[in-house]
C-alpha cells in the first residue's frame, strides 16, 4: 500500500528527531491511563489524594517554562509585512536554516508520541485535523483532554493530506533555544525548547487561533480568542453570545456563571477559542473548536467559579499549583491562607516569605464534559447562532461597565482599539496598559491591519449582523476599589445586551456609543453604593481624548494596512468628543 501523507510527514519528523521509538496514540481511556503511569514513574507527574480528587494528578514545568513566550513566538510568512507590526517574523528560509537544525537528533533516547486530533466537533463541517508529534507524555496526554484525539482523528482524515503539522520537542528546555513557529503558507507548526501548555499543546493558541486566523481569512470565517455562552431566560429561551477577553481577564469565570438573577441561566459552549462562520442563513454561527478547558487557577474557587471547580474535582491535570500536606491542590484565592506545611509549585515547603505558593500563571487542564453549565448544543456540529458579540478588558478608568456600538462597522472599531492591563498569562510586566485589538494581538497570525479589514468584509456579508458590546467589570473608583462586583452579577450586563439585541432595553447614546438609560439595567436585589452605578457607566471626555491619542499611535504603526473605515471611525469619535484627532 503506498504511503499516506500523514506517514510520511510522520517519518520525515523521525527521520530529523531520531527518537528511540514512535507511539501512535489511539486517544483510548487504556492508553490514557498508561501515559499516566509511565508520567508517574518519570516524576513528570506527581499523584495527588485521590479521595478528595479522583484521576488527578499535579505537573511542575521547569522554573524558566511557565507561560506562553510572546517574543520567542514567530510568524513565518514569505513578507515581514504580510505578519504585520504585532508580530515576530521571521522568513521560512531563516527558519529553515536557524530552527530546524534544533530539532536534529532533539528525540534520541525518547519516544516520539503521534498525536492526531480534531479542532471542532466530530463531523462539522468547522472542524480540521491536526497532527503532533511530540517527546513530551504531558503533552500527549494533555492533547487528549483538550482535543479530539487518536482513532476518531485518523478516520475524519482518511487518506486526505488536509491537516496540519505539528513539530514539537521539549529539547533541553534552554529558553536561549526557545521558538514557537508557525508557517501560514506551509500550515505548520514547530515548537522546541518549551513543555508549557500554550507553547506545546499544539492544537491551543497555536492551531485553532495564529493559523486558523490566516486560514479563516483566506476561506472566509473567523477564529477568534472568544468565549461562547447561551444565555436562556426564564421562559427557556436561548440567546448566544461571542465575547473575547484578554487572557486572565474573567473569560472561563463568564463562560460559567452562576447567575445571580433568579430564572436566569448560563449555558457554557467554549470558554476561550470560537471559530465563527455565516451560515446558510445569513446568521453567524460559532463552534468550540476545542473538546477541554486549559484554565487559570489563581482566583479559582466556589465563589468565583463554583462549576469549574466542580469540573476539576475528578480527572484533572494540575500545573504548577500548590500542594496541601494532605495532597490537595491548592493556590491563591481558593479558600483564605494557605496551610502549614504547604509545598509550593516548585515543590519546596513554602517559606511565606513574599512569593506565591501556587504561580500566578498555574493551570488545570480538565474535560469539557466534566462541567456542569455546559450547554446540550455544545458539540452541534453546525454550531450555534450569535446574537452578540462584547469585548472586554481590564480598565480602572476609561471604559463604562456595558456600552453598545452604534453598528457593526463601529464595533469593529471598538474592538481594534480595545487595550487590558495585563496579566500573568504572558511573561513580562504585569499590571501594564496593553493595546490588544480582540483580545487577539498574540494571537492573530497575520497583518493585523488586514484582520481589522476582514472582520468589515464579513460583517458587509451578513444581512443582520450580530451587535457589538464592550464591557468593562474591572472599573474603580476613586479610593482604588471594584465599583461592580462582578461574576454572578454580571448575568445584569448579560441580560442587557440581549434586550438590547431584541429591542427590549432603553439606551442613552454617548459619544463612544449606548449606555443603559435609568432604570434598564437589571438591578433586583443588588445594594450598590450611592453614585457607584452613575460612576459605572459615565464618560470621561479626558480620558477618552487620551485614549483617542494613545490608538492613533498604535492604529499608525499599519499604514496603509489600516482599513479606511477605521481611520473614520476614529476621527468620527474625536468629532464627538470634541477633540481635533486624527490618525497621522
Given at each position: 500500500m503506498a504511503e499516506t501523507a500523514l506517514e510520511r510527514w510522520v517519518n520525515q519528523a523521525a527521520a530529523l528527531t531520531q527518537p528511540d521509538r514512535i507511539v501512535w496514540c489511539d486517544g483510548s481511556e487504556e492508553e490514557y491511563q498508561s501515559l499516566i503511569e509511565l508520567g508517574l514513574r518519570e516524576h513528570v507527574y506527581h499523584r495527588l489524594n485521590h479521595t478528595a480528587y479522583p484521576g488527578c494528578y499535579l505537573h511542575r514545568s521547569h522554573p524558566s517554562d511557565v507561560a506562553r513566550t510572546e517574543h520567542l513566538t514567530f510568524i513565518c510568512s514569505d513578507r515581514r509585512d504580510d505578519a504585520g507590526p504585532t508580530n515576530n517574523w521571521m522568513s521560512p528560509r531563516d527558519a529553515d536554516e536557524q530552527i530546524l537544525p534544533l530539532f536534529r537528533g532533539a528525540m534520541k533516547g525518547r519516544t516520539m508520541y503521534v498525536l492526531p486530533y480534531v479542532m471542532g466537533p466530530l463531523g462539522s463541517p468547522f472542524s480540521k485535523v491536526g497532527v503532533e508529534v511530540t517527546d513530551s507524555v504531558y503533552v500527549a496526554t494533555s492533547m487528549r483532554i483538550m482535543t479530539r484525539m487518536g482513532r476518531a482523528a485518523l478516520e475524519q482524515l482518511g487518506g486526505s493530506d488536509?491537516?496540519?503539522?505539528?513539530?514539537h520537542s521539549i529539547g533541553d528546555l534552554s529558553p536561549s533555544r526557545r521558538f514557537i513557529m508557525h508557517f501560514p503558507q506551509r500550515r505548520a507548526i514547530w515548537s522546541i525548547g518549551s513543555g508549557y501548555g500554550g507553547n506545546a499543546l499544539l492544537g491551543k493558541k497555536c492551531f485553532s487561533l495564529r493559523l486558523a486566523s490566516a486560514m479563516g481569512r483566506e476561506q472566509g470565517w473567523l477564529a477568534e480568542h472568544m468565549l461562547v455562552l447561551?444565555?436562556?431566560?426564564p421562559q427557556g429561551n436561548v440567546s448566544y453570545i461571542?465575547?473575547?477577553?484578554?487572557?486572565?481577564?474573567?473569560?472561563?469565570?463568564?463562560?460559567?456563571l452562576v447567575s445571580a438573577l433568579p430564572g436566569y441561566r448560563v449555558r457554557t459552549v467554549g470558554d476561550d477559542i470560537a471559530w465563527l462562520r455565516i451560515g446558510a442563513d445569513g446568521r453567524l454561527w460559532a463552534v468550540n473548536p476545542e473538546a477541554g478547558f486549559f484554565g487559570v487557577a489563581p482566583g479559582t474557587?466556589?465563589?468565583?467559579?463554583?462549576?469549574?471547580?466542580?469540573?476539576?474535582?475528578r480527572d484533572t491535570l494540575f500545573t504548577n499549583v500548590a500542594l496541601t500536606p494532605s495532597g490537595v491542590p491548592w493556590w491563591e484565592g481558593i479558600n483564605g491562607a494557605g496551610p502549614a506545611g504547604l509545598i509550593d509549585w516548585r515543590g519546596q515547603?513554602?517559606?511565606?516569605?513574599?512569593?506565591?505558593a501556587a504561580h500566578p500563571n498555574s493551570r488545570f487542564t480538565v474535560r469539557a464534559a466534566n462541567c456542569p453549565s455546559?450547554?446540550?448544543?455544545?458539540?452541534?456540529?453546525?454550531?450555534?447562532?450569535?446574537?452578540?458579540?462584547?469585548f472586554g478588558g481590564r480598565r480602572a478608568r476609561v471604559a463604562p461597565l456595558v456600552f453598545q456600538s452604534f453598528d457593526w462597522q463601529h464595533g469593529v472599531y471598538v474592538g481594534a482599539g480595545m487595550a487590558s492591563e495585563t496579566t500573568a498569562a504572558a511573561t513580562g510586566a504585569v499590571g501594564v496598559t496593553r493595546r490588544d485589538p480582540m483580545a487577539m494581538r498574540p494571537f492573530c497570525g497575520y497583518n493585523m491591519g488586514n484582520y481589522f479589514a476582514h472582520w468589515l468584509r464579513l460583517g458587509g456579508l451578513m444581512p443582520c449582523p450580530p451587535a457589538i458590546f464592550h464591557v468593562n467589570w474591572f472599573r474603580t473608583g476613586a479610593d482604588g476599589r471594584f465599583l461592580w462586583p462582578g461574576f454572578g452579577d454580571n448575568v445584569r450586563v448579560l441580560k442587557w445586551i440581549i434586550e438590547r439585541v431584541q429591542g427590549h432595553a432603553a439606551a442613552v447614546?454617548?459619544?463612544?456609543?449606548y449606555v443603559p438609560a435609568p432604570g434598564s439595567l437589571d438591578l433586583a436585589g443588588l445594594d450598590l453604593p450611592a453614585g457607584a452605578l452613575a460612576d459605572l457607566l459615565s464618560v470621561d471626555r479626558e480620558a477618552w481624548e487620551a485614549e483617542l491619542t494613545?490608538?492613533?499611535?498604535?492604529?499608525?504603526?499599519?499604514?496603509?494596512?489600516?482599513?479606511?473605515e477605521v481611520s473614520h471611525e476614529h476621527q468620527a469619535l474625536a468629532e464627538r468628543l470634541g477633540v481635533a484627532e486624527a490618525i497621522s
Open positions: 488536509d491537516f496540519v503539522p505539528g513539530l447561551g444565555l436562556e431566560d461571542a465575547a473575547a477577553f484578554p487572557s486572565a481577564c474573567g473569560k472561563t469565570n463568564l463562560a460559567m474557587s466556589d465563589q468565583t467559579n463554583p462549576n469549574m471547580m466542580a469540573a476539576i474535582r515547603l513554602w517559606g511565606r516569605n513574599g512569593d506565591k455546559m450547554s446540550p448544543h455544545w458539540e452541534d456540529p453546525q454550531g450555534v447562532p450569535i446574537s452578540a458579540i462584547v447614546e454617548t459619544p463612544i456609543g494613545e490608538q492613533a499611535q498604535f492604529f499608525s504603526q499599519f499604514g496603509r494596512r489600516l482599513p479606511d
